[in-house]
């Protein structure tokens, strides 16, 4: 059964070697002047299961997070994603249920996350009505370090993504997805997730990609978190 989640603020810890199962939220910080203010969100703190993977190996890698983002988005932003429709390009998932990437629990262990078979794969976030978005919050994973391969977030306002779409992200240095070479670098999960700048884009449709990981063939989703003004 899965765990309910209480919010509480906290200070963060570092992502290795946390001893205790904590949640934490930014603090959240208006700034009249522009209409903006801080994104806020919960953090779980890693759930430390299984054996260790070998250290993460990759090329260009970016830094690894040691605290979680505060970007400053639009007033009125709320979170769009709690609870919608999800599909997949895995109609079978090996571990877990679709619900699971909008369902709003960012735990590592069992029970909190879908994995879905190997190569590329794609799971896509129905918003139910267009919006101008904001932030896209990815967890892939929630327990030991791993880096996910081909990390691709694209939106749109067709659910087939035929036309009209705009890719936000983009990590697949070679190719190897055949989607064009990504001019983002590819990054460590931690428990404060991967924060990706919507820059403002209207669309209904969330499309996220990924084919594997330094850990694991299969693609593991824990939460995505999509953001904006309806």
């Known amino acids: ?36 203010f801080i994104l806020e969100t919960t953090i779980a703190e890693p759930d430390k299961m299984g054996t260790p993977p070998d ?5 260009f890698l970016d830094p690894v997070a040691q605290s979680v983002p505060k970007p400053q988005v639009p007033k009125g932003t709320i979170l769009l994603s709690k609870e919608k429709p999800v599909t997949a390009s895995d ?10 990437v909008t369902d ?15 190569g590329l794969q794609w799971v896509q976030i129905d918003l139910e009505e267009e919006a101008t978005l904001s932030a896209i919050w990815i967890w892939h994973a929630n327990s030991w ?12 306002k067709d659910p087939a993504f035929e036309k009209g779409v705009t890719t936000l992200f983009n990590n697949d240095y070679d190719n190897s997805a055949n989607m064009g070479k990504g001019r983002d670098r590819p990054y460590v999960e931690t428990q404060f997730g991967k924060l990706v700048d919507a820059r403002n884009t209207e669309a209904r449709y969330v ?13 593991r989703y824990v939460e995505v978190e999509v953001y904006g003004k309806p």
């Open 91 to 100: 109609e079978f998932p090996i571990i877990g249920e679709l619900s699971y």
């Open 1 to 36: 059964m899965k765990k309910s989640i209480t919010l509480i603020i906290i200070s963060l810890a570092s992502f290795i070697g946390c001893s205790e199962q904590k949640q934490s939220t930014t603090s959240t910080t208006s700034t009249p002047s522009t209409g903006s």
């Open 145 to 156: 370090p791993e880096a996910a391969h081909d990390v691709i977030v694209q939106v749109s």
């Open 104 to 118: 709003g629990e960012k735990e590592g262990g069992e029970g909190y996350y879908l994995d879905l078979y190997e």
């Open 207 to 219: 499309r996220l990609f990924s084919d594997g990981s330094t850990a694991r063939d299969a693609n």
């Open 55 to 59: 250290p993460v190996k990759e090329q």
